[in-house]
């Protein structure tokens, strides 16, 4: 059985750091991509990050470029997502995501569309505000 667990949100403040964290379980780990995407109240899921199982490549949704890292520790079956100089309009739920999205052209081509991954977390709320 295939299980992805966010932990590490909550309520910050403008300005401040959170990292996120998803540990998966029921998958051979390093032959996956992963992804984060995030779903505002009333608004479509967004792209987040995502990072290929080929090598440091990553991928970033325009409003977070700059501000957020994604990563991985394969040996620990996890992907993070290290979010800086948070923002109001950064409160969302926050979703992991992983599946075998094929060769790295597939990847950079479909990495940031949630129908290309099977396997989600259950979810974790990030609340931006002062």
């Known amino acids: 059985q295939v299980r992805l667990v966010e932990s590490g949100g909550g309520l910050v403040q403008p300005g401040d750091s959170v990292r996120l964290s998803c540990e998966i379980s029921g998958r051979t780990v390093n032959k996956d991509d992963m992804a984060w995407f995030r779903q505002a109240e009333g608004a479509k899921r967004e792209f987040v990050a995502a990072?290929?199982?080929?090598?440091?490549?990553?991928n970033y949704g325009e409003s977070v470029k700059g501000r957020f890292t994604v990563s991985r520790d394969n040996a620990k079956s996890t992907v993070y997502l290290q979010m800086n100089t948070l923002k109001p309009e950064d409160t969302a739920v926050y979703y992991c995501?992983?599946?075998?999205?094929?060769?790295?052209?597939?990847?950079?081509?479909?990495?940031?569309?949630?129908?290309?991954?099977?396997?989600w977390g259950q979810g974790i709320q990030v609340t931006v505000s002062a």
């Open positions: 995501a992983t599946d075998r999205l094929g060769n790295l052209e597939r990847w950079n081509q479909y990495c940031n569309n949630p129908d290309s991954y099977m396997y």
């Open positions: 990072i290929s199982r080929f090598g440091p490549n990553t």
